[in-house]
T-cell receptor, first 112, second 116 residues
Framework: SQQGEEDPQALSIQEGENATMNCSYK?????LQWYRQNSGRGLVHLILIRSNEREKHSGRLRVTLDTSKKSSSLLITASRAADTASYFCATGHGGSQGNLIFGKGTKLSVKP | EAQVTQNPRYLITVTGKKLTVTCSQNMNHEYMSWYRQDPGLGLRQIYY???????DKGDVPEGYKVSRKEKRNFPLILESPSPNQTSLYFCASSVRLAGAWGSEQFFGPGTRLTVL
């Protein structure tokens, strides 16, 4: 029951550039979360945005949410080689479907 | 240090030999979950537990069992492993049901399982 779908699947940029990843989903959500995974390791929570919020910031991260388009974007500004990782969006739904549902991820490569 | 631990981190086994992957969290979280991650398929939920003695199936529960006898532990049991269960497994925990309540999930480091 995949919900979030990230786009692009892979992204390669130079250090210092901005990286934008998008996530689209199908059914209404009550929150959307972004996670980072360094190669083969556990996922790390980055940021959470609730359905009544439009934008959130955390350091170099900016997340937007457009519930009318059922989409979210994650912007990493002034990227660094250490940002190289896979990024996943996870959608949260209420009621009995209360688990997070993860997309397949965007693989970001930041070249020094 | 707040963390989720998994053991073993790497395991190579043979078809049919029962195994258990342990998961433990020290954050007093109510909610725990198991995922498997496969190339091209992303993260898929196997089982989850909303509290002690309360477990439920995720998207891909076939061939797996879990138990939640204590709040901190949530072992994953493969009674008769098969090669299609070769995968990277993650345990995760959160204060409450992550999707419904917007709780952050904390992930373990992963267990790479190969079934020959």
């Amino acid at each position: 029951s995949q919900q979030g779908e990230e786009d692009p699947q892979a992204l390669s940029i130079q250090e210092g550039e901005n990286a934008t990843m998008n996530c689209s989903y199908k059914t209404s959500i009550n929150n959307l979360q972004w996670y980072r995974q360094n190669s083969g390791r556990g996922l790390v929570h980055l940021i959470l945005i609730r359905s009544n919020e439009r934008e959130k910031h955390s350091g170099r991260l900016r997340v937007t949410l457009d519930t009318s388009k059922k989409s979210s974007s994650l912007l990493i500004t002034a990227s660094r080689a250490a940002d190289t990782a896979s990024y996943f969006c996870a959608t949260g739904h209420g009621g009995s479907q209360g688990n997070l549902i993860f997309g397949k991820g965007t693989k970001l490569s930041v070249k020094p | 240090e707040a963390q989720v631990t998994q053991n073993p981190r790497y395991l190579i086994t043979v078809t049919g030999k029962k195994l258990t992957v342990t998961c433990s969290q020290n954050m007093n979280h109510e909610y725990m979950s198991w995922y498997r991650q496969d190339p091209g398929l992303g993260l898929r939920q196997i089982y989850y537990s909303m509290n002690v003695e309360v477990t439920d199936k995720g998207d891909v529960p076939e061939g797996y069992k879990v138990s939640r006898k204590e709040k901190r532990n949530f072992p994953l049991i493969l009674e008769s492993p098969s090669p299609n269960q070769t995968s990277l497994y993650f345990c995760a925990s959160s204060v409450r049901l992550a999707g419904a309540w917007g709780s952050e999930q904390f992930f373990g480091p992963g267990t790479r399982l190969t079934v020959l």
